[in-house]
């Protein structure tokens, strides 16, 4: 998967996520807007999160970071100010930098369709929904090179229900274990070359029949490219990316999430013009949440 070299410069963090208040939080449906028999607004639909796990699918971004062979420059993050000011109060803030498609990250559909959408006008709905989670590990283990078949995603779908439409797919293979060791990750670690890669990933019956059949929402696998390492011609990036579906790529924690009933939040950096970003994707799973962290 040919990456650009394009890097973008920020003071900010990557991607920011607001607070959850004590153990719930309301969302507000559009219906909310309309004034009830009192006159007031109706408070909007409570969200208990007591019920969740919440998950990290996300990678950090760091020194360790693996980009796309061909982004050698990795990941910067710049000092600017570490200490007590002049006022007498602490202060820290970075200038940090990085290629769009390197770490936890979304492809959107102008990285391999011409006229698709950029990361900044990817529709939020494809980006909030409920989680499909196909399992190849097995099959992986045995081959480095696998390549989801149509068989596997019936063999899924016969033990768990058809795939419904508007369903992220989030492909298993169990790469996330050798983050970031980027030689074990990648299948080579020679900088510049992406020519000798081998991991796990969609094959192209497989992505069609999700995308075109199933209506996929998104694309995402635990590995860094939705095209297997030795690919060419990317099939799967260019049958996604015309059909308006995004790809999350680099994700981890797959093996926490069940093969049906988690919801997945996937907010990609929002940079306007841009092919993809650095993603914050998180997932809901239903279950009691660990007393520790409530």
């Not at 899924?156 to 060791?181: C, F, N, Q, V, Y």
């Amino acid at each position: 998967m040919p990456k650009s070299e394009l890097r973008c410069l920020a003071a900010s963090v990557l991607v920011g996520c607001a607070a959850l208040a004590a153990c719930s939080v309301w969302v507000e449906t559009p219906d909310d807007r309309r004034p009830g028999p009192s006159g007031a607004g109706d408070p909007g639909v409570e969200l208990d999160l007591t019920t969740f796990e919440i998950v990290d699918l996300t990678h950090a971004f760091g020194p360790e970071t693996i980009y796309w062979p061909t982004d050698t420059a990795g990941f910067l993050l710049e000092q600017l100010a570490f200490g007590e000011t002049d006022g007498g109060y602490f202060y820290s803030a970075y200038a940090l930098a990085t290629a769009e498609h390197g770490g936890t990250h979304i492809d959107a559909p102008i990285h391999f369709h011409e006229g698709g959408v950029d990361a900044a006008s990817i529709p939020l709905r494809r980006l909030l929904g409920p989680a499909v989670v196909i399992d190849i590990t097995a099959q992986a283990a045995g081959a480095v090179d696998y390549r989801l078949t149509p068989a596997d995603v019936e063999a899924h779908e016969a033990e768990h229900g058809e795939i419904p439409p508007g369903s992220l797919i989030l492909l298993r293979t169990g790469w996330s274990a050798r983050w970031p060791d980027a030689l074990g990750y990648l299948g080579d670690d020679t900088p510049g070359d992406a020519s000798n890669l081998h991991f796990p990933s969609y094959g192209d019956e497989a992505a069609r029949l999700l995308v075109e059949e199933r209506g996929a929402a998104v694309l995402g696998a635990d590995v860094a490219s939705i095209d297997y390492g030795p690919s060419t011609d990317f099939t799967v990036h260019r049958i996604a990316a015309a059909a308006g579906v995004p790809s999350l790529e680099n994700l981890t924690n797959l093996d926490q999430l069940p093969a049906r009933g988690a919801t997945v939040i996937a907010l990609p950096m929002k940079i306007s013009g841009g092919s993809g970003g650095p993603l914050r994707a998180i997932a809901l799973v239903p279950g009691p949440v660990p007393s520790g962290e409530r």
